[in-house]
């Protein structure tokens, strides 16, 4: 008796298998037949799900948006006290990314070198959080410099090139949190 499983459960197999394949091999060897492969479906399967690459990449895209989005609204809830609370919950959010997300950002921006179209779900996304940081902070500026030192830590840590110990990296975040609190409204 064949097992019948849920589309919307195969669709997260095929997104998590597919983060698998970019977290253990790189971007480079993130293919169909590949993905295909890690989540033990057909390629019709997949391609049932994601007609294309692109499609792929998109889903992955979307799924890491709402990841984020939603631990970062988990995060303002925990610190709703303060008038800073959506910046604060940005740079949490950042802080405990998981190498699995860093990974599908590396590969969402390598394929957004050759389809910059690709990236604008997160431009929305983007300028909310810098809208959120200003209104959040006195001055303005801070804001934008703290979420900009932010995104900074995002990208290095997304390419791996960020140069810094576990420990000078946890002091920097314990910093960041410490001003966004300063500079509150």
């Not at 190498?99 to 929305?124: D, G, H, W």
């Not at 920097?172 to 300063?182: G, Q």
Request: hydrophobic content about 45%; glycine content about 4%; aromatic content about 4%.
């Amino acid at each position: 008796m064949e097992c019948i499983v849920p589309a919307d459960s195969k669709r997260a197999l095929i997104l998590d298998s597919a983060a698998l394949i970019v977290e253990q091999s790189g971007a480079a060897h993130l293919t169909i037949d590949a993905v295909a492969a890690a989540a033990e479906v057909s390629k019709g399967g997949v391609l049932y799900h994601f007609p294309s690459k692109q499609a792929l990449l998109e889903g992955m895209l979307e799924r890491l948006i709402n990841q984020m989005t939603e631990r970062t609204s988990a995060y303002r809830e925990q610190h709703s006290e303060s008038g800073n609370s959506a910046l604060i919950a940005r740079i949490v959010e950042e802080h405990q990314q998981q190498p699995v997300e860093r990974a599908m950002s590396r590969a969402i921006l390598a394929a957004a070198a050759v389809n910059p179209e690709l990236l604008e779900p997160a431009q929305t996304v983007v300028k909310t959080a810098f809208d959120e940081a200003a209104a959040g902070s006195q001055p303005n500026e801070m804001g934008w410099v703290l979420q900009l030192a932010v995104e900074g830590l995002r990208f290095l840590e997304m390419l791996k090139l960020l140069p810094l110990s576990a420990a000078e990296r946890g002091r920097i975040h314990t910093h960041l949190l410490k001003l966004a609190r300063d500079h509150s409204v």
